[in-house]
Nanobody
């Protein structure tokens, strides 16, 4: 069974930084991409950043230049470095793995105060 466990969320002031981690465990046959998504209260879940198995990345326009997605294959971990955080970045952040199936983590809360 595949499990994704996020960590690194918290409360930070505007302009601050956080690094989210997503550790993947279990029998993974293949990975097309891994991504970070977020969902703010009353809003739909949206893509924040994604990294393919080949290492290509793409970002939501709202986070370009501020967030960076990366991975450490040896540690089965994907990271999201978030800099210059804004109050509108406040949301629950979810990690997703897309392969033959898709898997989600339980989410980690990020709160940015003004």
């Amino acid at each position: 069974q595949v499990q994704l466990v996020e960590s690194g969320g918290g409360l930070v002031q505007a302009g601050g930084s956080l690094r989210l981690s997503c550790v993947v465990s279990g029998d993974i046959v293949s990975i097309n991409y891994m991504g970070w998504y977020r969902q703010a209260p009353g809003k739909q879940r949206e893509l924040v950043a994604r990294i393919t198995s080949g290492g290509s990345t793409n970002y939501a326009d709202s986070v370009k230049g501020r967030f960076t997605i990366s991975r450490d294959n040896a540690k089965n971990t994907v990271y999201l470095q978030m800099n210059s955080l804004k109050p509108e970045d406040t949301a629950v952040y979810y990690c997703k793995l897309r392969g033959a199936y898709q898997y989600w983590g339980q989410g980690t809360q990020v709160t940015v105060s003004s």
